[in-house]
């Protein structure tokens, strides 16, 4: 359907949802897969048909928060304001993100689950389906299996079936907004892709949104937490004689010539600064191609490309 769309609409068909283009109507399908149209292209008849066939994403733009720390975080990230969230405490943000199969028919329901689920978070809905969660107090490596046992209880309480992506560590400040930004349009084309899993990180889905979207391919989607981790010279060469010797902690601190506990001192630090446990493969592969990124980039800036 959706390719016969974009034959049908050409240049007038956009994707993946952008909160802030407000030229196109916005819709989402029964998978979770969102485009546009522009406005000016679409006929009364032709609006009353996708309205008819898909889930329109302006259901929840215009809502009105009565909690008055909800609707300054959504002045921050959705709309102008440069003006941080004075309610918030601590220095570290996290966002979830959300997809359901189908629409709810109580979502104020589900909303109270999450903010029991999670302790007090923010929660958007982006669509009927969509939505993002901020934990604004967040556990350095938050497990899958914490996220899978919490949408298992919620898929059987609501009977709907869930996604669930776990985004990056995030410094509370001014730049969360185009970290956030960039973050939802990765995570957007992630859940386009194949996704057999309940729940997925932020960095298994690398990969895939590497092959998927390589214009995203920049440091700027990478959280300052690590874009600093790896600019410590000790911390980086550590990494990567770690990664050159599988994983393999007894024989890195041997290459490394420092005693075993010494080098579980600085992957201890590194895991708590960016919440990434580096112990595991998955994990690990993303780092090295962060790393791997952050060069090249670096590299393109010194000779002048």
């Given at each position: 359907m959706?390719?016969?769309?974009?034959?049908?609409?050409?240049?007038?068909?956009?994707?993946?949802?952008?909160q802030?283009?407000?030229?196109?109507?916005?819709?989402q399908?029964?998978?979770?897969?969102?485009?546009?149209?522009?406005?000016?292209e679409?006929?009364e008849?032709?609006?009353?048909?996708?309205?008819?066939?898909?889930?329109?994403?302006?259901?929840y733009?215009?809502?009105?928060?009565t909690?008055?720390?909800?609707q300054?975080?959504?002045?921050?990230?959705?709309?102008?304001?440069?003006v941080?969230?004075?309610?918030?405490?601590?220095?570290?943000?996290?966002?979830f993100?959300?997809?359901l199969?189908t629409?709810?028919?109580?979502?104020?329901?589900?909303e109270?689950?999450?903010?029991?689920?999670?302790?007090?978070?923010?929660?958007?809905?982006?669509?009927?389906?969509?939505?993002?969660?901020?934990?604004?107090?967040?556990?350095?490596a938050?497990?899958?299996?914490?996220?899978?046992?919490?949408?298992?209880?919620?898929?059987?309480?609501?009977?709907?079936?869930?996604?669930?992506?776990?985004?990056?560590?995030?410094?509370?400040?001014?730049t969360?907004?185009?970290?956030?930004?960039?973050?939802?349009?990765c995570?957007?084309?992630?859940?386009?892709?194949?996704?057999?899993?309940k729940?997925?990180?932020?960095?298994?889905?690398?990969p895939?949104?590497l092959?998927e979207?390589?214009?995203?391919?920049?440091?700027?989607?990478?959280?300052?937490?690590?874009?600093?981790?790896?600019?410590?010279?000790?911390?980086l060469?550590?990494?990567?004689?770690?990664?050159?010797?599988?994983l393999?902690?007894?024989?890195?601190?041997?290459?490394?010539?420092?005693?075993?506990?010494?080098?579980?001192?600085?992957?201890?630090k590194?895991?708590?600064?960016?919440?990434?446990?580096?112990?595991t493969?998955?994990n690990?592969?993303?780092?090295?191609?962060?790393?791997?990124?952050?060069?090249?980039?670096?590299?393109?800036i010194?000779?002048?490309?």
């Amino acid at each position: 359907m959706l390719e016969k769309l974009k034959r049908y609409f050409q240049t007038a068909y956009t994707e993946p949802f952008n909160q802030d283009d407000k030229n196109s109507y916005w819709f989402q399908t029964d998978d979770g897969h969102t485009f546009g149209i522009r406005k000016t292209e679409l006929t009364e008849d032709e609006l009353n048909l996708l309205n008819h066939l898909f889930t329109s994403i302006d259901f929840y733009s215009d809502r009105k928060y009565t909690s008055r720390l909800k609707q300054e975080w959504h002045e921050f990230l959705y709309e102008h304001s440069n003006v941080l969230p004075v309610s918030s405490v601590g220095e570290t943000v996290r966002l979830f993100y959300f997809y359901l199969k189908t629409p709810l028919e109580d979502p104020n329901s589900f909303e109270e689950a999450i903010i029991g689920g999670f302790g007090q978070p923010i929660l958007f809905w982006q669509s009927r389906t969509h939505g993002v969660i901020i934990d604004q107090q967040p556990q350095g490596a938050f497990t899958k299996k914490e996220c899978n046992e919490l949408i298992d209880t919620l898929t059987s309480d609501f009977f709907v079936e869930i996604h669930g992506y776990i985004g990056q560590l995030h410094k509370f400040d001014l730049t969360l907004k185009e970290k956030v930004s960039y973050e939802g349009q990765c995570i957007e084309i992630m859940h386009q892709g194949v996704h057999q899993e309940k729940v997925i990180t932020f960095y298994e889905g690398f990969p895939l949104l590497l092959i998927e979207s390589p214009s995203l391919a920049n440091p700027c989607i990478l959280s300052d937490y690590l874009l600093e981790s790896v600019q410590e010279q000790e911390m980086l060469h550590t990494l990567q004689v770690f990664f050159r010797n599988n994983l393999n902690a007894s024989l890195t601190a041997k290459k490394l010539y420092i005693h075993r506990n010494s080098l579980q001192y600085r992957l201890d630090k590194f895991i708590e600064k960016t919440g990434i446990d580096i112990r595991t493969f998955s994990n690990a592969a993303f780092v090295m191609l962060a790393i791997l990124l952050i060069k090249k980039k670096n590299s393109l800036i010194v000779h002048g490309a």
